[in-house]
């Protein structure tokens, strides 16, 4: 182990972050070349992907569940702003504001990560399409 970090973020919740060191031998893959199996990811900023075959991967803007998170978020927020400055309740409701923005956080981290394992257990290689203007 090389070193351990503790944070602590706005919510108050406490993260311990480990480094490890090891010894990783690399074993060379090959691949069947078939062209169901290779895909080139472009990513713009409309969208989280665009595949080499022309889909796109839907970034995490649902549009139910943001305006739902907007408006919690927002009502949350005027919350925050009414309450009396160094008071005990002000600084719960920033717990519960910073909990929030975590929560939303979180969730899109989910969906990415769980977009990205999608990816990988469809594709044997996914590489990065370059446009040359």
Do not use: W
């Amino acid at each position: 182990m090389k070193s351990i970090t503790v944070r602590k973020n706005p919510a108050g919740e406490y993260y311990a972050i480990l480094l490890f060191e090891r010894e990783y031998i690399r074993k060379p893959k090959t691949y069947s070349g078939s062209e169901n199996k290779v895909i080139g990811l472009d990513f713009p900023l409309a969208d989280l992907y665009i595949d080499s075959n022309g889909n796109s991967g839907k970034d995490f803007n649902y549009a139910a569940q943001k305006q739902a998170h907007k408006k919690k978020e927002k009502k949350l927020k005027r919350r925050l702003a009414k309450k009396q400055k160094e008071s005990k309740n002000k600084e719960k409701t920033r717990i519960k504001v910073a909990r929030f923005e975590n929560h939303i956080g979180n969730s899109r981290l989910d969906y990415i990560e769980k977009e990205t394992l999608r990816l990988v257990r469809k594709y044997e290689l996914i590489g990065k399409v370059c446009q040359v203007f």
